[in-house]
T-cell receptor, first 114, second 114 residues
Framework: QQQVKQSPQSLIVQKGGISIINCAYE??????FPWYQQFPGKGPALLIAIRPDVSEKKEGRFTISFNKSAKQFSLHIMDSQPGDSATYFCAASASTGTASKLTFGTGTRLQVTL | KAGVTQTPRYLIKTRGQQVTLSCSPI?????VSWYQQTPGQGLQFLFE???????NKGNFPGRFSGRQFSNSRSEMNVSTLELGDSALYLCASSSLAGYTDTQYFGPGTRLTVL
């Protein structure tokens, strides 16, 4: 059972544009929502993360918007640059007190064109 | 501070063989998690170790096993390899115990089963 649904599968954005990636989750126990960026041949790298006590978090050009009632969260990349071209994964985990296990979305391949 | 290191980076094995992958976490991190990444299934959680104890396990067959040593270094073993085990195996470490925390990924070990 896929617990985190991510869309779109791929995205092409012009340089300077806004990239938007959406995720939806089912498990109401999830209380930590990170986004990872992965370049070919590399492991995923944490980009930004949010907990459900806030509706938005911004770090530089990257913003997470979180809607707890809809069980949805999204990543916005402002002023997208060619260097942002990578695969982005949303993830979620529950602080059960015993383990930290990330459930990942299926990934979005972002291409930023000149 | 050095990041998560994984060895070897690439492996080629044949069906029926077994393989051992190694992971050294970030200094001071006591939690190590393993993930399998494939184009078809995405990133899937294998297991997590903390203080030499397996705290959580994903939905993988018993052919997949792991362990953690007193210095927090971890190994995972796959016995009786199948073609479908070809994947990028990622190790991630985190610092907090019993609490969701940022997971830092290594570059992965690319396993090819022929």
């Amino acid at each position: 059972q896929q617990q985190v649904k991510q869309s779109p599968q791929s995205l092409i954005v012009q340089k300077g544009g806004i990239s938007i990636i959406n995720c939806a989750y089912e498990n109401t126990a999830f209380d930590y929502f990170p986004w990872y960026q992965q370049f070919p041949g590399k492991g995923p790298a944490l980009l930004i993360a949010i907990r459900p006590d806030v509706s938005e978090k911004k770090e530089g050009r990257f913003t997470i918007s979180f809607n707890k009632s809809a069980k949805q969260f999204s990543l916005h990349i402002m002023d997208s640059q060619p260097g942002d071209s990578a695969t982005y994964f949303c993830a979620a985990s529950a602080s059960t007190g015993t383990a930290s296990k990330l459930t990942f979305g299926t990934g979005t391949r972002l291409q930023v064109t000149l | 501070k050095a990041g998560v290191t994984q060895t070897p980076r690439y492996l080629i094995k044949t069906r029926g063989q077994q393989v051992t992958l190694s992971c050294s976490p970030i200094s001071g991190h006591r939690s190590v998690s393993w993930y399998q990444q494939t184009p078809g299934q995405g990133l899937q959680f294998l297991f997590e170790y903390f203080s030499e104890t397996q705290r959580n396990k994903g939905n993988f067959p018993g052919r997949f096993s792991g362990r953690q040593f007193s210095n927090s270094r971890s190994e995972m073993n796959v016995s009786t390899l199948e073609l479908g085990d070809s994947a990028l195996y990622l190790c991630a470490s985190s610092s907090l115990a019993g609490y969701t925390d940022t997971q830092y990924f290594g570059p992965g070990t690319r396993l090819t089963v022929l």
